[in-house]
């Protein structure tokens, strides 16, 4: 496996269907085909109460501010900020400054438990919540908020109690009833004994807590630990697997008598989103978002990951559950650690992915600039509709994220990733958009009519614009947005799009010529020549009315006997630093390069095409983590970024695949991988 950096690794610290982009799409493949692994969920039960995550959730949550040492957040020492009146003081202030806008959950995150009952069911820490859970449950309602309540997964080693807990309301069951004999650990920290559902009593453990918490009126509840996720509970971890707490859980809370949202967390893994799609009202995506340092959060540690996590996991995302970013601390400057252009990107990103908003800040010390941020009602909107954006482009650190409206409008973010400066420019021709359009700048709150072409901003460091765009004119149907080459073949080349407003079928153009038809918003193009460049187009068909056509997106085939694979650890690659040769059972040729990053690169040399011109370009990787990135430097001139969405649940072993486009010269070119900055994947291969 490749190495993490330490600092990753936190206290909730710390695939897959194609993801389908300009720039770059993945799936699980085996060496020598993209053939995706996914779990599926088995008999699920249906959502009691819907209503419960129509929408994404907003509130607040204790977590950023127990995490952080910030100074006098927690006196008593880490953690310690965690109490009845803390959290009573952030509800009050949630009721006044941020209710009128949506906000209504309280979320009380780790620290208040304190063993068990007798029965093994969670009870208060006495010290902090005098009056007990229902108590402060009770004063949240009173103000016309929801409470919510954490828990972690498995059976707490606390109260086995030598097995002999009885189980609430199930006569003869035991807590040595639910547990393996060997006693094996699970969840994200090993602190809890893994649970065997094949005894009847462990459904009844999970019924007994669900209704227990219930009773106190919890209307959310935030299951932490969860695998498989956070590096843990790949193929060969199945004590990390907790699928089947997920779906016992699930039965128990639908059954509880009450609606309660049901969530997981941290860090879960793509392979398994049918099984938390069907189980759950949603999922963290990824690491803690604070950095456990002198404020909440740093840009670097770990709010920038979500942009390259979040991509294949976009289609997941829908009413009754929703990808979960982590908490949302843009309130209080200071404490927040980000300047003003972070807090607003950080804001952007999540309204547009239809996130969670949840604040994590100190609601009695928002700044101007935050409650500004967190209660603008039309990126609330925004948030709310439940339409998650998609990148446009990842192969360079200015990007363009867009989602498609109903009613023919697009909403479009521009992000500069980097670390200086730098234009970004978002072309409205592969954003579907056909003639002039009204361009709402919303942060800004000004109009530009009869804009047409481009949208472009010229942003610091880590900056951002949000917009809405209007087509001037809306009817017949719109122009397919996003043209994208999956892959590339002698003859044949594969297209994604996404869909035209108004179409009912799709019409697919080579050189002008029409080649192909589609009742979906893709197709696979046959009866091509080998070595030959070929410009692609799309229009959208509705009875009679033809939309434009698409941008277009320009590719060679493959050569004669091609494509060709050009092996990672080939003796004609070069290595720098540490990179080296590893095993691997699954990868082509059973090795690959590892521990590339920092100074430590791997270049593919000889990478031969006929012509120049682009070529789409494949590679083969593995990935334990949530995702990781690398430069890949032609020629030791022009650089592009590839994203390698991750497992996230540590296997190093399985090959996915990613696409890039990238423009080639004729003859022997040289591919470098690279990353100054991090650790990436590893390589198994590339293909032309």
């Known amino acids: 496996m490749s190495l993490r950096n330490p600092a990753s690794i936190r206290h909730c610290t710390i695939v897959l269907a194609a993801v389908a982009l300009v720039s770059t799409a993945a799936a699980i493949a085996p060496a020598d085909a993209a053939q995706p692994v996914v779990v599926q969920a088995q008999k699920p039960v249906p959502a009691k109460y819907p209503q419960v995550a129509a929408k994404p ?154 209704k227990l918490f219930a ?89 920038k990951a979500r942009w390259w996590d979040l991509p294949q996991w976009i289609d997941d995302a829908g009413p009754g559950h929703w990808n979960n970013l982590d908490a949302l601390n843009v309130g209080v400057g200071p404490m927040d650690g980000l300047t003003d252009a972070e807090r607003q990107s950080y804001m952007t990103f999540w309204a547009i992915n239809a996130a969670p908003l949840f604040a994590g800040d100190d609601l009695t010390k928002l700044d101007a600039y935050g409650l500004k941020l967190l209660t603008n009602r039309e990126v609330i909107a925004i948030d709310q509709s439940g339409n998650p954006a998609r990148p446009l482009n990842q192969d360079q650190l200015q990007q363009t994220w867009y989602a498609k409206n109903a009613d023919g409008s697009v909403t479009v973010a521009l992000f500069n990733l980097a670390d200086t400066p730098a234009t970004v420019t978002g072309s409205l021709d592969q954003l579907g958009i056909t003639g002039k359009a009204t361009v709402r700048d919303i942060w800004a709150d000004q109009n530009t009519r009869n804009v047409s072409g481009q949208v472009s901003a010229a942003l610091p460091a880590h900056g951002s614009k949000l917009y809405k765009i209007t ?83 320009t590719m060679f085939t493959a050569k004669s006997g091609g494509p060709v694979r050009y092996e990672a650890e080939a003796p004609t690659s070069t290595l720098t630093g540490n990179a080296g040769i590893s095993g691997c059972t699954l990868c082509s040729g059973g090795a690959k390069i590892g521990n590339i990053g920092y100074d430590a690169t791997v270049t593919l040399n ?52 990613t696409y890039l486009p990238m423009k080639l010269t004729a003859g022997a070119n040289s591919i470098k991988v690279s990353n100054p900055a991090g650790y990436i994947a590893d390589i198994d291969w590339i293909t032309v």
């Open 215 to 303: 009773s106190w009126g919890v209307d959310f509840i935030k299951m932490d630990g969860v695998g498989p996720g956070s590096w843990k509970g790949a193929p060969d971890d199945p004590n990390h697997n907790n699928t089947e707490d997920i779906e016992a859980w699930w039965r128990a809370v639908q059954n509880a008598g009450r609606p309660m949202m049901y969530t997981l967390s941290w860090s879960l893994s793509h392979r398994y989103a049918d099984v938390w799609k069907q189980n759950s009202n949603g999922w963290r995506i990824d690491t803690d978002v604070e950095c456990y340092c002198d404020t909440i959060v740093r840009w670097d540690s770990s709010v």
């Open 606 to 657: 000889n990478i031969t095409v006929p012509a120049s011109g682009t070529y789409l370009v494949k590679i083969a990787y593995t990935d334990g983590d949530t995702s990781r990135q690398s430069m890949l430097t032609v020629n030791g001139t022009d650089t592009y970024w590839a994203n390698y969405s991750g497992l996230g649940d540590n296997d190093w072993g399985t090959p996915q695949v």
């Open 57 to 210: 959730y907003m509130g607040w949550s204790s977590w950023s501010l127990q995490s952080t040492n910030y100074p006098g957040v927690n006196p008593d020492g880490p953690g310690s900020f965690i109490s009845e009146q803390n959290i009573l003081t952030q509800a009050q202030a949630l009721a006044t400054k941020l209710k009128p806008y949506g906000y209504e959950y309280i979320n009380v995150d780790a620290g208040w438990q304190d063993g068990g009952d007798e029965y093994g069911r969670p009870v208060a820490m006495a010290k902090r919540f005098p009056r007990g859970m229902k108590a402060v449950g009770d004063d949240i309602h009173k103000l016309g908020l929801k409470f919510g309540i954490y828990t972690t997964v498995g059976l707490g080693t606390d109260v086995y109690r030598d097995g002999n807990t009885p189980i609430y309301d199930a006569p003869g069951c035991f807590t040595r009833d639910i547990v393996y004999p060997d006693l094996r650990k699970t969840n994200g920290w090993d602190a809890a004994y893994k649970i065997n559902y094949e005894s009847p009593c462990a459904q009844k453990y999970a019924d007994s807590i669900a």
């Open 471 to 553: 087509p001037n004119d809306t009817s017949g149907p719109t122009k397919p947005a996003d043209l994208t080459a999956t892959d590339v073949s002698r003859t044949t080349t594969s297209l994604t799009w996404r869909p035209s407003t108004g179409a009912s079928s799709y019409k697919v153009f080579a050189n002008g010529k029409q080649v192909a038809t589609s009742s979906t918003t893709s197709a696979v193009v046959t009866g091509l020549l080998p070595q030959t460049q070929y410009t692609f187009t799309v229009k959208g068909v509705n009875g009679g009315p033809t939309s434009d056509a698409s941008a277009p997106v």
